[in-house]
């Protein structure tokens, strides 16, 4: 499974804000290589969070495990190798269902719909909503963030609205979207949505990935520099 630059961006944006760093709960859906949920393990050292990654992907779990554990954070995150609907459901029958609510959620969803798909079956998991429409994924998260808590998700920019309209109907509200750019001469490719349990007034920005010598721009370059050994 590839590490995309747009997932980088995303967990290295999420991993600034302030949200992020005061939380001591952080879930992880869909975690795949284990990524995110690495990215969360660092630039949570000091309230030493722990980190629950979901994965219903049995290679691709085996993967995140392997990562986690050559990792200084293993002790703090704990790979579930199972659908998220099958973890909330043992959550919500669980005695220590208050104890189970997440500061933070976090996720890359399957975001293909009726795309061509890959003759790999384990791709077709990672990279379609076949297997976790996107109204599942949300009611799941609803039933697992806390009431203060923040969901962070990354989606095509030109189904940023359907997922703001699936968590207004459970009851999530934006409160920053983030328009990804490759560069500043195309349309933005990516949205990164911020949402909260409360209404606010919703921040909007814009990310641009390359300038036009194809270098890499200053704002990425911060974000990122913590993370890619080159920059």
């Known amino acids: 499974m590839k590490v995309c630059t747009d997932a980088c961006?995303?967990?290295a944006w999420v991993a600034e804000k302030e949200v992020t760093t005061k939380s001591s709960s952080i879930l992880d859906i869909g975690t795949g290589t284990g990524l995110l949920s690495l990215m969360?393990?660092?630039v949570?050292?000091?309230?030493?969070?722990?980190?629950?990654?979901?994965?219903?992907e049995a290679q691709a779990a085996?993967?995140?495990?392997?990562?986690?554990?050559?990792?200084?954070?293993?002790?703090r995150i704990a790979i579930v190798?199972?659908?998220?609907?099958?973890?909330?459901?043992?959550?919500l029958l669980s005695k220590e269902q208050v104890d189970k609510t997440?500061?933070?959620?976090?996720?890359?969803p399957p975001f293909f719909e009726g795309d061509l798909k890959s003759p790999d079956v384990n791709k077709n998991k990672a990279a379609h909503s076949t297997e976790l429409p996107w109204s599942v994924l949300i009611e799941n998260v609803s039933n697992l963030l806390?009431?203060?808590?923040s969901f962070f998700v990354l989606v095509p920019t030109l189904r940023a609205y359907t997922m703001q309209k699936l968590a207004e109907a459970n009851h999530m509200y934006l409160a920053e979207e983030v328009l990804v750019y490759n560069d500043a001469k195309h349309l933005p490719f990516r949205a990164i949505l911020h949402f909260q349990r409360n209404k606010t007034e919703v921040l909007r920005n814009k990310l641009i990935i390359k300038d036009a010598d194809n270098k890499?721009?200053?704002?990425?370059?911060?974000?990122?520099?913590?993370?890619?050994?080159h920059l």
């Open 44 to 56: 949570t050292e000091t309230t030493k969070a722990k980190i629950t990654a979901v994965e219903i």
């Open 62 to 75: 085996a993967e995140a495990t392997s990562n986690f554990e050559l990792g200084p954070w293993k002790d």
């Open 146 to 149: 806390s009431d203060t808590g």
């Open 9 to 11: 961006l995303f967990g």
């Open 102 to 108: 997440f500061d933070l959620i976090i996720t890359n």
């Open 216 to 229: 890499y721009m200053s704002e990425f370059t911060n974000l990122l520099k913590n993370y890619y050994l």
């Open 40 to 42: 969360m393990g660092q």
């Open 81 to 91: 190798n199972d659908s998220i609907q099958n973890y909330t459901k043992a959550i």
